[in-house]
């Protein structure tokens, strides 16, 4: 039996891009993460995307970086509108995340954010320019792209953009790790738990995940404080959905897969750090590590955001 391995892991990789976001915010708090921003005003920042793919207990890494900015279009009493651009990339070899490959061909390209009052992202504006220039590149891409592994992922990112959700998902990562922590408030000396669900796109049960939020190192001299994360989804869940995909999606080789995955165990975790100057309400520095044992992969993610003032 040959299962398509490739397209399994890009359907599991998926799930996670749905996992940004807390649960709540605390009904007693001590400081509270908004924007303060004015109409005209420019951010700028610096993103790395490290990928470490381990295959057969060999690590391969690729590190990918852009430069990106975001300006204040509109400020209203309920929301902001917000136009973020991706200004330059230095491309990894052979990257295999299929975002950094377009991103990098949609460089100066205006995506419109739209922002709660709070700072929480509600949905990316120009739905439709954005598609049109995502298909161009993912068409440009595909056209010389050699590895078949990657026009899989190709194929289907192309599928998934036909929603405006699937677009949000697969290009605003970076854009929704900015506004991470905004939109709540935070007590000191406190660790909050919250038992949180994911949508399950490999359909069944929703994905139960224990997360844990806390917010360090506070000063208030300065207006600096850091906020630590961590979800450890629910390995049973996902390993049975897993299982019961490649099932549904294989009906003539059940024994086969029992016998390749059924003594797998599927796990997702990630944990986040934001640094925040919480006076002005804007980001200083971000790491966020996610890491998934696939089973027939292992894969380590991290990203970084840094401000440049």
Not at 73 to 83: A, F, G, I, S, W
């Amino acid at each position: 039996m040959k299962l398509n391995r490739n397209l399994i892991i890009i359907t599991i990789l998926s799930i996670t891009f749905l996992s940004f976001g807390q649960n709540k915010a605390l009904k007693t708090s001590e400081i509270e993460i908004i924007p303060h921003w004015k109409i005209n005003e420019v951010h700028s920042v610096i993103i790395k995307n490290t990928t470490t793919d381990i295959v057969k207990e060999k690590p391969l890494t690729y590190l990918t970086t852009f430069n990106a900015s975001f300006k204040v279009l509109e400020k209203t009493d309920t929301e902001y509108l917000v136009e973020w651009i991706f200004t330059n990339s230095k491309l990894a070899e052979n990257d295999p995340n299929f975002e950094t490959n377009i991103l990098a061909k949609l460089l100066n390209i205006k995506f419109q954010i739209k922002l709660s009052n709070f700072g929480k992202f509600i949905e990316l504006v120009n739905v439709d320019e954005i598609r049109i220039a995502s298909n161009k590149a993912i068409d440009e891409l595909n056209a010389k792209e050699m590895n078949p592994n990657m026009k899989v992922q190709y194929n289907g990112v192309k599928q998934m953009i036909v929603s405006k959700q699937g677009l949000e998902i697969a290009l605003l990562k970076y854009v929704k790790l900015y506004n991470f922590s905004f939109g709540y408030e935070y007590k000191t000396n406190y660790e909050q738990v919250n038992n949180v669900k994911f949508p399950n796109p490999l359909g069944g049960e929703p994905f139960e995940a224990v997360e844990k939020v806390k917010l360090i190192n506070v000063d208030l001299n300065s207006s600096i404080c850091k906020i630590e994360t961590s979800k450890n989804v629910d390995g049973e869940i996902l390993s049975k959905s897993v299982m019961e995909f490649l099932k549904r999606n294989n009906k003539n080789h059940i024994k086969e897969i029992e016998q390749e995955f059924g003594n797998y165990v599927f796990e997702i975790t990630e944990n986040s750090m934001q640094e925040l100057n919480f006076e002005k309400g804007i980001l200083l520095k971000s790491s966020f590590t996610r890491k998934m044992n696939l089973g027939i992969q292992n894969r380590t993610l991290l990203i970084e955001i840094e401000a440049v003032e």
